[in-house]
């Protein structure tokens, strides 16, 4: 039996933990907080930290796994290539991975590599912001190099902001450091989605539209790009991984359309992305995520699967605005009449706090629309369409 090591075990972790399960497989789970759902349904759980290469390392060492991967997380995946590459496993080289994970290093690959991008700073200490940010035009966004979820992103219109957020910005970042870049004027939505690499070329990707407020609200599929910008943003995607070196597996990408109607990629997470993207995207495409995933851990050759088109779906994000005692959710009668599937993250008495980064989120829905204008507007207005009931 191979023995397959997963890093991670939240709730949004069980269905690859499952899937490897039912197809045989012995597999450990790895991840600091032992109260974490995921182990429950592991054969062997650890409680290292996912980000802690040189333990993740000794332990795999010792439990002579046949594989290891990660799934919607971007601390772990930079652990998942460097144990990889230390055992011989299937994975990405480090230095890939690296420049995906670390956005400052990220934007510098852009640049060298004739890609469009924002202009930006990189910088350790707020005085070194402070006095470069005059080649930069406001709004700008702040972000930590190393964090994920949005967490510690903060749009900023003048230097006070910038004063102001700092602090909280790089709290996230354990690398402790800080880029700053112009904001992009978009046409239209940002896109959002999930695509599978291999071979040196994309196998799949399925992009939408990513709706937000204040916060993000989920993303429906599919976007309502037109076809010829699409193809330049996959021809896009596909030739960053080629030259940044990625060998195999899935990823997350965020994509924004300037409107200059440059393609202007966000970025691109080295593993799949989380709030159960790949479920809608599954339930509209028939792909199948979970096992590509475990094939590709495992060095198994990519096997091509027929994609169909099962309509419009979308993964939208509940979230509070305030915090309390989680008490269930009231939905619309619209909105309850899409609902295919429920993902909560908290249980009837648990604490709930307003919404600051994906961590906080209460949970996630998977809908299926009955016309694009429905789709855009629940997705547009989503905060409208249920309550959070707290204690």
């Not at 700073?121 to 702040?142: G, H, M, R, S």
């Amino acid at each position: 039996m191979k023995k397959l090591l997963i890093l991670g075990a939240m709730k949004m972790h069980v269905p690859v933990i499952q899937r490897a399960k039912e197809r045989g497989l012995y597999v450990i789970t790895c991840d600091y907080i032992p109260e974490n759902v995921g182990h429950g349904y592991a054969q062997e759980s650890y409680y290292d930290s996912t980000t802690d290469c040189a333990a993740v390392l000794k332990l795999s060492e010792r439990l002579k796994i046949d594989g290891i991967m990660t799934f919607c997380s971007d601390p772990a995946a930079y652990t998942v290539s460097y144990v990889a590459e230390k055992l011989g496993l299937s994975g990405n080289p480090t230095k890939s991975v690296k420049i995906l994970s670390e956005k400052d290093l990220f934007r510098k690959f852009q640049k060298d590599n004739g890609f469009d991008y924002p202009h930006f700073i990189c910088c350790t200490e707020i005085e070194d912001a402070i006095a470069q940010i005059c080649d930069l035009t406001f709004p700008v966004l702040i972000k930590p190099v190393d964090s994920s979820g949005s967490k510690g992103v903060y749009k900023l219109n003048s230097i006070d902001d910038v004063k102001k957020y700092w602090d909280i910005s790089m709290r996230y970042s354990r690398c402790k450091r800080i880029i700053i870049e112009e904001f992009i004027d978009k046409r239209g939505y940002q896109l959002q989605g999930d695509a599978f690499f291999s071979q040196g070329e994309l196998k799949f990707i399925c992009l939408g539209d990513e709706h937000a407020d204040v916060e993000p609200l989920g993303t429906s599929y599919p976007s309502v790009l037109d076809k010829t910008m699409m193809d330049k943003v996959t021809s896009e995607v596909e030739r960053c991984l080629r030259l940044v070196g990625f060998n195999e597996g899935g990823v997350n990408i965020e994509v924004r359309i300037g409107e200059d109607n440059k393609v202007y990629i966000v970025e691109i997470g080295a593993r799949n992305g989380g709030h159960y993207n790949v479920e809608a995207i599954g339930c509209k495409t028939g792909y199948d995520f979970y096992d590509h995933a475990i094939d590709s851990a495992l060095g198994f050759t990519y096997k091509s699967q027929p994609v169909i088109d099962n309509g419009l779906y979308g993964n939208l994000i509940v979230y509070s605005q305030s915090g309390g005692v989680f008490d269930g959710i009231e939905y619309l009668d619209e909105l309850k009449g899409c609902i295919v599937k429920e993902n909560l993250y908290l249980e009837k008495g648990d604490a709930v706090e307003p919404y600051h980064g994906s961590n906080t989120a209460v949970g996630v829905l998977i809908v299926k629309f009955n016309s694009i204008e429905q789709m855009l507007r629940i997705s547009d207005n989503f905060n409208d369409y249920y309550k959070i009931v707290l204690k």
